[in-house]
């Protein structure tokens, strides 16, 4: 079992940028694949990121294609979330998840974190 705790939000003008971390313990990280979703204000979480155990292998969802990525320290035990160009519709609780799945991109998520507030001003 892992355990995973978010940090790094914050609120933020457009156009800027925040790095988001998320601390993992427990079992060793590069056990899973891991992943990035937000949900905003009245609506369904959704994908933002996901990062293969080697961290070899990206996905985005089409709306932060080259704004934003994602990247895994298996050694520092962390994965991280860099955002940039940040827009107010980015405003939304930002969680980790971890997954001990096969199958490229995950299908579904086995661990999740508690969340940071991420909050874009225009």
């Known amino acids: 079992q892992v355990q995973l705790v978010e940090s790094g939000g914050g609120l933020v003008q457009a156009g800027g940028s925040l790095r988001l971390s998320c601390a993992a313990s427990?079992?060793?990280?590069?056990?899973?694949?891991m992943g990035w979703f937000r949900q905003a204000p009245g609506k369904e979480r959704e994908f933002v990121a996901a990062i293969s155990r080697s961290g070899v292998s990206r996905y985005y969802t089409d709306s932060v294609k080259g704004r934003f990525t994602i990247s895994r320290d298996n050694a520092k035990t962390t994965v991280y979330l860099q955002m940039n160009s940040l827009k107010p519709e980015d405003t939304a609780v930002y969680y980790c998840a971890a997954t001990l799945g096969v199958t490229w991109p995950p299908r579904g998520y086995d661990y999740w974190g508690q969340g940071t507030q991420v909050t874009v001003s225009s």
């Open positions: 427990g079992r060793t990280l590069s056990t899973y694949d």
